[in-house]
Nanobody, 120 residues
Framework: QVQLVESGGGLVQAEGSLTLSCASS????????MGWYRQPPGKQRELVAI???????RYGDSVKGRFTISRDNAENTVYLQMTSLKPEDTAMYYC??????????????WGQGTQVTVSS
C-alpha cells in the first residue's frame, strides 16, 4: 500500500496563487507516474499535471502556463504551484501514484484530496 497525503488547499481570490503538497509513504523515485488530478463539483475527474516515467511532465490544457509541478525526492513529496487562479479551478484536488511492484503487479493509489476554492 502507498499512502498519499495532500495539503495546502484553501480559499483564494481570483488571480491569486496557492501551492499544494503531496507526501508519499513510498520512495517517489520508485513510482512510475505521480501527479495531480482534480474533480469540480458534479463533473468528472480530470488531469492537472503529472510526472510520467523518466520525469517528463504533462499538463492539462486548461492549466498550461499557470500551474507548475515539481518534486523533492529527498522528502518524497510532489508539489503543485498554482498561479493566476480562476473560479473554474475550484475543485477537489487529488494526488495519484501509479507504478509496479517488484513482483510485477500494477498499483494505483489516490490521496483523500484537498479542497481548492477560488472566489471572484
Amino acid at each position: 500500500q502507498v499512502q498519499l497525503v495532500e495539503s495546502g488547499g484553501g480559499l483564494v481570490q481570483a488571480e491569486g496563487s496557492l501551492t499544494l503538497s503531496c507526501a508519499s509513504s513510498k520512495n517517489i523515485l520508485t513510482i512510475n507516474s505521480m501527479g495531480w488530478y482534480r474533480q469540480p463539483p458534479g463533473k468528472q475527474r480530470e488531469l492537472v499535471a503529472i510526472f510520467t516515467s523518466g520525469g517528463v511532465t504533462r499538463y492539462g490544457d486548461s492549466v498550461k502556463g499557470r500551474f507548475t509541478i515539481s518534486r523533492d525526492n529527498a522528502e518524497n513529496t510532489v508539489y503543485l504551484q498554482m498561479t493566476s487562479l480562476k473560479p473554474e479551478d475550484t475543485a477537489m484536488y487529488y494526488c495519484k501514484a501509479q507504478g509496479y511492484w517488484l513482483r510485477g503487479s500494477q498499483y494505483d493509489y489516490w490521496g483523500q484530496g484537498t479542497q481548492v476554492t477560488v472566489s471572484s
